[in-house]
């Protein structure tokens, strides 16, 4: 059984930072493809950054520059570092881990004031 519980949301103001993190019980880890999506009320998931168990990583153009995802194979886990937060990060955020299929955190709630 897959597991994957996130960490660290919360409350900030706009251009202060948040590390999220996510941690993975079960074997799929080390051959999977880590990521972190967000959704925003009334929008559709959508793919923040994914990073490859070589260590290729991927961001969406509005948070390039900003976040810095990375992730950890002998402890089981990826960060997502977001620096530079904007009103428009608010989201609740998820972990995925993509094998053959997709496996998902309960979410974490991430708010930037303005």
């Known amino acids: 059984q897959v597991q994957l519980v996130e960490s660290g949301g919360g409350l900030v103001q706009a251009g202060g930072s948040l590390r999220l993190s996510c941690a993975a019980s079960?074997?799929?880890?080390?051959?999977?493809?880590m990521g972190w999506y967000r959704q925003a009320p009334g929008k559709q998931r959508e793919l923040v950054a994914s990073?490859?168990?070589?260590?290729?990583?991927n961001y969406a153009d509005s948070v390039k520059g900003r976040f810095t995802i990375s992730r950890d194979n002998a402890k089981n886990t990826v960060s997502l570092q977001m620096n530079s937060l904007k009103p428009e990060d608010t989201a609740v955020y998820y972990c995925?881990?993509?094998?053959?299929?997709?496996?998902w955190g309960q979410g974490t709630q991430v708010t930037v004031a303005s």
């Open positions: 995925n881990a993509h094998t053959f299929f997709d496996y």
């Open positions: 079960g074997r799929i880890f080390t051959s999977a493809t």
């Open positions: 990073i490859t168990r070589a260590g290729s990583t």
